[in-house]
């Protein structure tokens, strides 16, 4: 029941009729986990601490970087390097002392999705790359709770909410990962910085709404949003019969762990310490920072030579095929992305920094900006 303190706190909610008293009272008993902690996680939480849910979960395992900041609106210039996890209990419990926050520093995996997500009445897609999104995905479908998914890119967003009891789920639209390196990340790509507030908040009245009953959920529908030309349009999502996870005879029935399958090919990877190691020494390697212009100005390996990824296949051939290469981005996915292009075009010499620059900055230099 309502106390007092939660009819006055709640009672711009209470005034609507399809709220009220009985959608805040939904509200308090209700319990939802986030599956990512930043760009849309980040507006979700608060939004979701703000309205009076009763209890939040939280699973992440990344720190505060500053880059975070243009759009991680949870976290600010003082916690930068904190766990945040840690920063965002903090923020959350000053919003709301009522919230029952429980956090879960861990990756989700095939192993402890389904433990992990059990205890809470819907899920929130908030992650960033397609292995967990399938996870997600499935696990949702195979404990039968609601998934609000959303997903960013540069200007454009989208969201929906997948409820196999109901509508469609993920793979009804997208019946399997894309392969390795079809689609650049945030970190490869950027987006906009209001972007994940906007389609994050959006993410949280598609969770009070299911919470409360009140007005249309997102199922069977998809909302797309262009922040360039701001822009709504909506398209409607058949169930798939023949679904792989969520049809009458389902192909999928065990959780899988796509992180191999979603991660190009590379089993030649140099950690930090061992290029290091090498480049002390004086042996003989080419560096090849693949990141982009801004990214290299603001930081770089000493010799390095500087080809953008994109750039790659039209300067290929200025590159030696006698001299190791070492090739370096971020965090070593867009370079293992070209070394694995290299090696298909007949270079034998190729390695991927391991971590990228953020593992060097970490392990070797920390005066090394990373973007």
């Not at 989700?108 to 009445?121: I, Q, V, W």
Request: glycine share 8%.
């Amino acid at each position: 029941m309502l106390t007092d303190h939660d009819r006055h706190r709640y009672s711009r909610h209470l005034l609507l009729p399809e709220i009220g008293e009985e959608g805040q009272e939904k509200l308090k008993r209700a319990s939802a986990l986030i599956v990512g902690v930043g760009g849309l996680g980040s507006p979700a939480a608060m939004y979701l601490a703000a309205a009076g849910i009763g209890r939040l979960g939280l699973i992440d395992f990344d720190t505060v970087d500053e880059s975070n900041l243009q759009r991680q609106i949870l976290y600010g210039e003082s916690v930068v390097g904190e766990r945040k996890l840690d920063a965002a209990w903090k923020r959350l419990r000053d919003m709301n002392r009522d919230l029952r926050i429980e956090t879960f520093n861990d990756r989700l995996t095939s192993r402890n999705a389904r433990p992990l997500m059990e205890p809470y009445d819907l899920i929130l897609d908030g992650t960033d790359n397609f292995a967990t999104r399938y996870l997600v995905n499935d696990a949702c479908v195979m404990l039968r709770k609601p998934n609000v998914y959303a997903s960013i890119y540069r200007f454009e967003g989208q969201i929906s909410v997948f409820d196999a009891s109901r509508g469609p789920c993920y793979r009804c639209i997208y019946p399997d990962p894309p392969p390795p390196n079809l689609v650049p990340s945030c970190a490869e790509g950027g987006v906009l910085g209001v972007l994940p507030g906007i389609v994050g908040s959006l993410q949280a009245a598609e969770a009070i709404k299911l919470i409360t009953g009140a007005g249309e959920p997102l199922i069977g529908r998809m909302l797309l949003f262009d922040a360039l030309n701001t822009t709504f349009r909506t398209l409607r999502i058949p169930k798939n019969a023949a679904c792989k996870v969520c049809g009458p005879d389902p192909e999928i029935r065990q959780l899988i762990d796509y992180e191999e399958y979603c991660s190009p090919v590379n089993n030649m990877e140099i950690t930090a310490g061992e290029l290091a190691e090498r480049l002390g020494r004086g042996d003989q390697v080419v560096l090849l920072d693949v990141r982009e212009p801004v990214e290299w100005n603001l930081g770089h390996l000493e010799n390095a030579r500087h080809i953008p990824m994109r750039q790659i296949p039209s300067e290929m051939d200025s590159l030696p095929r006698d001299t190791e290469i070492v090739v370096y981005c971020r965090s070593g996915s867009r370079s293992a992305n070209v070394q694995h292009y290299l090696l298909n075009n007949g270079f034998t010499k190729v390695k991927n920094l391991a971590g990228g620059l953020i593992a060097w900055s970490r392990e070797i230099d920390p005066s090394m900006k990373v973007r």
